[in-house]
């Protein structure tokens, strides 16, 4: 028997079925209404032929099983009903499979996700490939959804509760190893020892599996409750209620457990519609969308090709060239070569690469040889002995534009045959500006990271007015490979992030000032859904740092971003924030920075403020407003090249609430004319600097919105 299908090619071997799907029309394996369709009919020619003994399905698709559900379908479920019916067929092809009366395997090898996981848990057996491109979990929550094909009643049903509720919870990718650790995988070969395992697995027959009595008792009440109440606290202080996703799905699990599966099944149907149309699930389905847009994005409006790029020179090697001396080598796989003005200075940059893939090595998510074959990648050096041979140099050192020129003229000079790119990490100063003595400005560029470098997800590339597209390009080539989401922004002061954030932390300065207490003014915006208060995040980056980088914008935009009184005196009194431990907060041995320091207060001359002193409504819609206000501002004067990267860049770089979706969409939530009008009853009680953007009164007289 056998056939060809445009997605699924039906073989058999020696009585056994081998079911392949390759979508020639998508990068990835997806799943969608068409292909489950296509799907229902090969597998019904398996069902009906009683010679058969066994099913194998895998994939041919490099490095993807099945990726998931194909996001795009689910935008087009635009009622309950149709959410339920499209949850309902996925559940129906899953039993479908797991009612077969021969043995079935599914054969994994790459991306195993979501809806690919739960088409493989109807299998009765599933063997994965050990290659490091295989990543099985369920990352639904990540979308504001939880796994409609059956996953919460499945997943609980095969591995313990506990593990069950942390893949779904989180929505972390496992590979195989850990995968058949956690109970989703029976066996983990070679990628070319796939078939032969299946059909070694298909001669032993269908499994008997047991689970252990302690597996019993956690599923069972009063266990099982207790187990879901203790993940429910936990969700709730990760979320701070602003995601319905994470208890919804212990919600679902919980009644599953206390049920049949088809019941469990249902009630995971109406779940999973309940979710997807909520506004969190479609805004974070929107930013899947724009994230997965700028991986294909060069960076440029040109045909300009990146350079290649095989080493790495990094001056600096404090916190932030370290972070990029690590991304650089182990995730991009470049050598880097790092200086420093002392051996002491590069002892501690290669010191903190190693503490890193030491952690890693720990964890076992690399092996021995790799821990060396990564150290090997980074050198130093306290000259510039051996960056004549660098593709590109990033500089990270202090935010002074004297020292920024002089390390351009040092690579100038380099006796190179290579045209070595200059890439500054200034978060404020102007590209430009670095590049002003230079004598080739065109191979200037901005690479802004955001700090520690090897957590945060972002990279601002920012393009000088005479920056290369070909630089431009492989800067946002660089930044992709080292694991970032990049945006590219035009020069400016502050560029977007940094000039967005400014106006942000200073208004919340000025509330202080007035008397509203700052665990007040913290606890408002965290409520909003900033992972951190600004004051404390201003202790967290550099007060010292901060008050620099406002003076730059205040000497661009005048009365925009004014100075304000108090951070002179908080600086005055030898406060830098966290790095010193003294700052807004108290880092004592007690505190750890849990508490507000009291004694600023005195510091700014301000009467101990009383708890209370303002809504926290209107703190929050003070301080958001200015940071909303100004992204609009960057979009019209052309710093952001659209909407969406300062969505993403707001998101990824700043902590803007994701479940938002960022400032623009968010704008376009509340409504521009609200905005408007907001920002001109602040400007009649506050001054001038929330006067409203040119474009944000444009566009509320216009009655439009961003991303029309």
Same mark, same amino acid.
């Given at each position: 028997?056998?056939?060809?299908?445009? @997605? *699924?090619?039906?073989?058999?071997?020696?009585?056994?079925?081998?079911?392949?799907?390759?979508?020639?029309? =998508?990068?990835?394996?997806?799943?969608?209404?068409?292909?489950?369709?296509?799907?229902?009919? @090969? *597998?019904?020619?398996?069902?009906?032929?009683?010679?058969?003994?066994?099913?194998?399905?895998?994939?041919?698709?490099?490095? #993807?099983?099945?990726? $998931?559900?194909?996001?795009?379908?689910?935008?087009?479920?635009?009622?309950?009903?149709?959410?339920?019916?499209?949850?309902?067929?996925?559940?129906?092809?899953?039993?479908?499979?797991?009612?077969?009366?021969?043995? &079935?395997?599914?054969?994994?090898?790459? &991306? #195993?996700?979501?809806?690919?996981?739960?088409?493989?848990?109807?299998?009765?057996?599933?063997?994965?490939?050990?290659?490091?491109?295989?990543?099985?979990?369920?990352?639904?929550?990540? /979308?504001?959804?939880?796994?409609?094909?059956? $996953?919460?009643?499945?997943?609980?049903?095969?591995?313990? /509760?506990?593990?069950?509720?942390?893949?779904?919870?989180?929505?972390?990718?496992?590979? %195989?190893?850990?995968?058949?650790?956690?109970?989703?995988?029976?066996?983990? @070969?070679?990628?070319?020892?796939?078939?032969?395992?299946?059909?070694?697995?298909?001669?032993?027959?269908?499994?008997?599996?047991?689970?252990?009595?302690?597996?019993?008792?956690?599923?069972?009440?009063?266990?099982?409750?207790?187990?879901?109440?203790?993940?429910?606290?936990?969700? /709730?202080? +990760?979320?701070?209620?602003?995601?319905?996703?994470?208890?919804?799905?212990?919600?679902?699990?919980?009644?599953?457990?206390?049920?049949?599966?088809?019941?469990?099944?249902?009630?995971?149907?109406? %779940?999973?519609?309940?979710? !997807?149309?909520?506004?969190?699930?479609?805004?974070?389905?929107?930013?899947?969308?724009?994230?997965?847009?700028?991986?294909?994005?060069?960076?440029?409006?040109?045909?300009?090709?990146?350079?290649?790029?095989?080493?790495?020179?990094?001056?600096?090697?404090? /916190?932030?060239?370290?972070?990029?001396?690590?991304?650089?080598?182990?995730?991009?796989?470049?050598?880097?070569?790092?200086?420093?003005?002392?051996?002491?200075?590069?002892?501690?940059?290669?010191?903190?690469?190693?503490?890193?893939?030491?952690?890693?090595?720990?964890?076992?998510?690399?092996?021995?040889?790799?821990?060396?074959?990564? +150290?090997?990648?980074?050198?130093?050096?306290?000259?510039?002995?051996?960056?004549?041979?660098?593709?590109?140099?990033?500089?990270?050192?202090?935010?002074?534009?004297?020292?920024?020129?002089?390390?351009?003229?040092?690579?100038?000079?380099?006796?190179?045959?290579?045209?070595?790119?200059?890439?500054?990490?200034?978060?404020?100063?102007?590209?430009?500006?670095?590049?002003?003595?230079?004598?080739?400005?065109?191979?200037?560029?901005?690479?802004?990271?955001?700090?520690?470098?090897?957590?945060?997800?972002?990279?601002?590339?920012?393009?000088?007015?005479?920056?290369?597209?070909?630089?431009?390009?492989?800067?946002?080539?660089?930044?992709?490979? =080292?694991?970032?989401?990049?945006?590219?922004?035009?020069?400016?002061?502050?560029?977007?992030?940094?000039?967005?954030?400014?106006?942000?932390?200073?208004?919340?300065?000025?509330?202080?000032?007035?008397?509203?207490?700052?665990?007040?003014?913290?606890?408002?915006?965290?409520?909003?859904? +900033?992972?951190?208060?600004?004051?404390?995040? +201003?202790?967290?980056?550099?007060?010292?740092?901060?008050?620099?980088?406002?003076?730059?914008?205040?000497?661009? *935009?005048?009365?925009?971003?004014?100075?304000?009184?108090?951070?002179?005196?908080?600086?005055?009194?030898?406060?830098?924030?966290?790095?010193?431990?003294?700052?807004?907060?108290?880092y004592s041995a007690k505190s750890k920075g849990k508490q507000v320091d009291a004694s600023i207060y005195q510091v700014l001359g301000v009467a101990q403020p009383q708890e209370n002193a303002q809504s926290a409504e209107k703190i929050i819609q003070?301080?958001?407003?200015?940071?909303?206000?100004?992204?609009?501002?960057?979009?019209?004067?052309?710093?952001?090249?659209?909407?969406?990267?300062?969505?993403?860049?707001?998101?990824?770089?700043?902590?803007?609430?994701? *479940?938002?979706?960022?400032?623009?969409?968010?704008?376009?939530?509340?409504?521009?004319? @609200?905005?408007?009008?907001? !920002?001109?009853?602040?400007?009649?009680?506050?001054?001038?600097?929330?006067?409203?953007?040119?474009?944000?009164v444009k566009m509320a007289a216009d009655d439009i919105e961003f991303y029309a």
């Amino acid at each position: 028997m056998g056939g060809k299908m445009s @997605v *699924f090619t039906l073989q058999t071997q020696d009585g056994v079925a081998i079911i392949t799907m390759n979508d020639p029309s =998508q990068a990835q394996n997806v799943l969608n209404q068409d292909i489950q369709a296509e799907f229902e009919q @090969v *597998f019904n020619s398996v069902a009906a032929d009683d010679s058969l003994t066994g099913l194998v399905f895998t994939s041919s698709k490099e490095n #993807c099983f099945i990726a $998931g559900a194909d996001i795009s379908m689910l935008q087009s479920l635009t009622s309950k009903e149709q959410s339920v019916a499209a949850s309902k067929s996925l559940h129906a092809l899953v039993q479908n499979i797991a009612d077969l009366k021969i043995t &079935t395997v599914a054969a994994i090898d790459g &991306t #195993c996700l979501g809806g690919g996981l739960e088409l493989a848990l109807g299998f009765d057996y599933r063997v994965a490939s050990d290659h490091k491109s295989t990543k099985i979990g369920v990352p639904e929550v990540q /979308l504001g959804l939880l796994p409609g094909g059956g $996953g919460t009643q499945r997943i609980p049903r095969l591995v313990s /509760l506990p593990t069950a509720l942390d893949l779904m919870l989180s929505g972390k990718q496992l590979n %195989a190893i850990r995968a058949k650790k956690a109970g989703l995988i029976d066996a983990v @070969v070679p990628t070319n020892a796939l078939l032969n395992t299946a059909l070694k697995l298909i001669a032993k027959g269908k499994p008997q599996r047991k689970q252990s009595a302690k597996d019993r008792l956690l599923k069972a009440n009063p266990m099982r409750a207790l187990v879901i109440s203790q993940a429910r606290k936990k969700a /709730l202080a +990760m979320t701070k209620g602003k995601y319905p996703a994470p208890l919804k799905i212990l919600d679902v699990v919980d009644h599953g457990l206390g049920t049949t599966l088809q019941q469990g099944l249902d009630y995971e149907a109406k %779940a999973f519609s309940d979710l !997807l149309m909520t506004a969190e699930s479609k805004q974070l389905v929107n930013l899947f969308f724009a994230s997965t847009e700028l991986k294909k994005d060069s960076g440029v409006d040109s045909d300009a090709s990146a350079y290649d790029i095989s080493k790495v020179g990094v001056l600096g090697a404090g /916190l932030m060239g370290a972070g990029i001396a690590y991304v650089s080598a182990d995730k991009a796989g470049k050598q880097v070569r790092i200086k420093d003005i002392s051996n002491e200075g590069v002892a501690n940059g290669i010191k903190y690469v190693g503490r890193i893939f030491d952690k890693k090595l720990k964890r076992r998510h690399i092996k021995p040889h790799e821990h060396l074959a990564k +150290m090997s990648r980074v050198t130093g050096s306290t000259t510039y002995q051996g960056f004549n041979h660098c593709d590109i140099v990033v500089e990270a050192v202090f935010e002074d534009l004297d020292l920024k020129q002089k390390m351009v003229a040092d690579i100038e000079a380099l006796n190179s045959d290579k045209e070595i790119i200059f890439a500054t990490n200034t978060s404020a100063i102007p590209i430009d500006q670095v590049a002003a003595k230079a004598k080739h400005p065109e191979r200037i560029v901005g690479m802004h990271y955001f700090s520690p470098v090897e957590k945060m997800p972002l990279l601002e590339v920012v393009r000088g007015t005479k920056t290369d597209d070909a630089v431009t390009a492989t800067a946002v080539a660089l930044g992709k490979q =080292q694991g970032k989401t990049v945006i590219v922004v035009n020069d400016g002061p502050g560029f977007y992030t940094t000039r967005v954030l400014v106006p942000y932390s200073m208004e919340a300065t000025r509330l202080i000032l007035e008397g509203v207490a700052i665990q007040d003014i913290d606890a408002a915006l965290e409520s909003f859904g +900033m992972p951190v208060g600004p004051i404390k995040l +201003m202790d967290e980056v550099g007060i010292d740092v901060g008050a620099h980088i406002v003076e730059t914008l205040n000497n661009a *935009f005048g009365d925009r971003i004014p100075l304000i009184e108090g951070v002179d005196k908080v600086l005055a009194d030898d406060r830098k924030g966290k790095k010193n431990k003294r700052g807004f907060y108290d880092y004592s041995a007690k505190s750890k920075g849990k508490q507000v320091d009291a004694s600023i207060y005195q510091v700014l001359g301000v009467a101990q403020p009383q708890e209370n002193a303002q809504s926290a409504e209107k703190i929050i819609q003070r301080v958001t407003l200015t940071m909303l206000n100004e992204a609009a501002y960057c979009l019209h004067e052309d710093i952001l090249r659209s909407a969406k990267d300062g969505d993403i860049g707001a998101i990824f770089g700043l902590g803007f609430p994701p *479940f938002l979706g960022g400032p623009f969409r968010y704008m376009n939530s509340v409504g521009i004319k @609200v905005i408007v009008e907001q !920002l001109e009853a602040l400007k009649a009680e506050h001054g001038e600097r929330f006067t409203p953007a040119p474009n944000l009164v444009k566009m509320a007289a216009d009655d439009i919105e961003f991303y029309a």
